[in-house]
């Protein structure tokens, strides 16, 4: 059975996600908020957004490393010559559940609605303007595209004798021009394109939110933790 | 008669001192049908910005004179928001253009910006009438390049325009694909329609073309359906077969590949042995496996079964330095292939790793990239793109290059010096392999042709390829 959300609903929500990741201060409902989102998450999107969630781990190495070179705090573990200190766990922690509440936002959005149905719903019962309601619902299509990107530029890498994930800042450097020189060219031609399809002349009807049974779930959910991060 | 597009533009560009058009003259009638030439980066795209306003209202452009489309001037930005009324536009990187999830989406976005009545049946209608009907839900990515381009056409089309502009509509397409816009086209026709086409397989459009125009040096010069310069004759003699030393440089062995384990296997029992210097083509209808297959010679995927061996060894065994001394792939999309800023560290990172020296490489380069050498290769056009990307590969110097889609985008004068290259290539024992749907490759360079279908592969004679890749467009002549 294929779960369908109101995409306003989901896109408040996901807004709301996004806010308590960078607003919440305590670990605890920060934990709460990001484990119960991420679970919720994977079992929406895992077969659809592996790429996304393989981009996760990798950020999260990122996160280890960075908290391993800059964290201070007293010395908890050495694992040869390298000294982990208190706040290089915490720091980890944090900056890891922030990720995952976000990451785990996008998940349950781009699994939950399409493009279209986002455009309409955007512009007609939230009544943001359109130009918004088209570049947030041309961002679900284009994490599809931004997989296969990602693919076709790591087979020429490998067939040009370079390193198919990248690991210095030469390599990062040299794997993301092509992705964003590929999504600027993309954002080009669609915006003129959608512009030759009359997307100016576009006339927007207000209707009122139809909400179903996943909308309500996904309301209680959203309330439940606001109330936890206010309250704990 | 009404005029459909009058344009008296003295100088057009995407910023000032840079002009990428001067003195253009133009009148089309209602229903006529404009075929635009020239060669690679030499504005055509430029021009259908310019008639239709993008390059002054979307892209900071400038435009001096006057360009008038039916009754409106789409210069200005009333006239500019007017524009989509009166036509329907099918753009060179139509991949580039799909800006919703599936089919359907994508042809009732059109409808509803217009605010067209009884949408939903409208754009069932179209893709029943385009053949995507069945696939109207399904994730645009899963549609095939064919499939894409018809999705593009049903959606400029769907509001029943006036003018239609198709860029380069042939390109990457295989010729049952070239068929069906042909027919299109001239459907178009006998209803009246105004069409302007660019294209560098014109001889697809000679036949009904009213008007011909060229834009060379940044002018348009109308009248050439004569010239031999820009129209590519079909009376191409076929290739000697070249005497050389036969050894074995690729070899597949009942090979099977499907990509992921409820796929179904798109693959099946392929074997086919390629000999050093040989230029091998392999054929087939779009989506029926030829990157799939181009991409197993060149080491980037693993078949689930059978054997396969690149200069006696097993490609994805090999370290990426080792794999690149025996292959490298080229893929249809010039963009994915660039890993560096500029053209000239692009060139400089192959001389690493190559086998060609820069400065020698340099002295024989075409003035343009010479001229772009500090450039960004994005900023480059299409087809200057796709030649930079085989100047990289020569310098490589692998012993095989395969090569996806090589003549889509290029000019006429790139296709006939590619054409050289590969024999060149050719007697210094390099081999391509060179996955296409263009009949010219076959006439001029394939000694081989493979064909592939249902996932299964045989070999050809040549001429037995050419008359697969001809047939569909000339029964299409002969019937119209």
């Not at chain 1, 391993?68 to 010395?75: C, D, H």
């Not at chain 2, 435009?63 to 536009?89: A, C, H, S, W």
């Not at chain 2, 065994?317 to 000239?344: A, D, G, H, M, S």
């Not at chain 2, 210094?428 to 996932?455: K, M, P, Q, W, Y």
Request: with cysteine; net charge positive.
């Amino acid at each position: 059975m294929k779960i369908k959300a109101n995409p306003s609903i989901l896109f408040l929500y996901g807004l709301t996600l996004t806010i308590l990741a960078f607003t919440l201060r305590k670990l605890n409902p920060l934990a709460f908020s990001s484990l119960l989102n991420l679970s919720i998450g994977l079992v929406l999107g895992f077969r659809k957004y592996r790429f996304l969630i393989a981009a996760f781990l990798l950020s999260l190495v990122g996160v280890a490393v960075n908290a391993l070179i800059f964290a201070g705090g007293e010395p908890v573990y050495h694992i040869g010559c390298l000294v982990i200190r208190s706040g290089a766990i915490t720091g980890f922690i944090e900056v890891s559940l922030r990720l995952a509440l976000m990451f785990s936002a996008t998940l349950i959005f781009s699994s939950l609605t399409n493009p279209r149905d986002l455009l309409r719903s955007l512009e007609s019962e939230l009544g943001l303007p359109k130009q918004v309601s088209f570049t947030v619902s041309l961002s679900l299509r284009l994490l599809k595209i931004f997989e296969t990107d990602i693919r076709e530029i790591q087979a020429v890498r490998k067939s040009r004798g370079l390193r198919t994930t990248p690991i210095t800042p030469s390599d990062w450097d040299s794997f993301l021009s092509p992705l964003l020189s590929l999504g600027l060219e993309r954002g080009r031609w669609i915006g003129i394109a959608t512009e030759l399809r009359g997307f100016s002349l576009r006339k927007v009807k207000k209707t009122c939110l139809k909400l179903g049974f996943v909308d309500f779930l996904l309301l209680t959910l959203m309330l439940i933790q606001v109330l936890a991060s206010l309250l704990f | 008669m009404q005029k459909a597009l009058q344009v008296d533009v003295e100088e057009a560009g995407y910023e000032f001192g840079k002009l990428i058009l001067r003195n253009v003259h133009l009148t089309l009638e209602k229903g006529e049908l404009l075929l635009l030439l020239g060669p690679t980066g030499s504005g055509k795209s430029t021009f259908i910005l310019m008639i239709t306003g993008v390059l002054n209202n979307l892209l900071y452009g400038y435009v001096k004179g006057t360009v008038r489309l039916f009754d409106i001037n789409p210069l200005e930005p009333e006239g500019f928001r007017q524009v989509p009324r009166y036509i329907g536009v099918v753009l060179q990187s139509h991949e580039l253009q799909i800006a919703m999830q599936t089919p359907l989406d994508e042809i009732l976005f059109t409808l509803e910006n217009l605010g067209v009545e009884n949408a939903f049946e409208k754009a069932k209608r179209v893709l029943d009438k385009y053949g995507l009907l069945d696939k109207a839900e399904v994730d645009v990515e899963t549609l095939s390049g064919g499939e894409k381009k018809r999705l593009c056409l049903a959606s400029s089309i769907v509001h029943e325009p006036e003018l239609f502009i198709l860029d380069e509509p042939t390109a990457n397409l295989d010729p049952w694909g070239e068929r069906e816009i042909l027919n299109y086209v001239l459907e178009l026709r006998r209803r009246g329609k105004t069409v302007i086409i660019t294209e560098h397989k014109p001889r697809y459009f000679l036949k009904i073309a009213d008007k011909i125009a060229v834009i060379e040096n940044h002018t348009l010069r109308l009248g050439l359906k004569n010239s031999k310069d820009f129209i590519y004759s079909a009376t191409v003699s076929l290739k000697k077969r070249r005497e050389k030393e036969r050894r074995e440089i690729v070899r597949l062995e009942k090979v099977k590949f499907r990509y992921c384990s409820e796929c179904s296997l798109v693959l099946r029992d392929t074997s086919l042995q390629v000999f050093n210097g040989e230029n091998v083509a392999i054929i087939g209808p779009n989506g029926s496996g030829k990157t799939t297959l181009g991409k197993i010679i060149s080491g980037l995927l693993k078949p689930i079964d059978g054997e396969v061996r690149i200069a006696g060894a097993v490609p994805w065994q090999l370290k990426p330095r080792e794999l690149l001394k025996k292959v490298i792939y080229i893929p249809q999309e010039p963009n994915y292939f660039f890993v560096r800023n500029t053209v000239e560290e692009e060139l400089k990172l192959a001389a690493e790793y190559g086998s060609l020296k820069l400065e020698d490489v340099v002295k024989n380069l075409e003035s343009w990239i010479l001229d772009k050498m500090n450039e960004s290769p994005y900023r480059l056009s299409y087809g200057q793109k796709k030649w930079l990307t085989y100047i990289i590969a020569r310098i490589y110097g692998s012993k095989v290059v395969v090569f996806d889609e090589p003549t889509a985008g290029l000019d006429f004068q790139l296709v006939k010096k590619f054409f050289t290259w590969l024999k060149e290539e050719g007697r210094t024992g390099v081999t391509s392999i060179l996955l296409t749907h263009d009949v010219r490759v076959l006439e001029n360079a394939a000694d081989r042709v493979f064909i592939i279908e249902n996932g299964e592969v045989k070999e050809v004679s040549v001429r037995e390829g050419i008359e697969i890749l001809r047939k569909p467009v000339e029964e299409w002549f002969y019937e119209n």
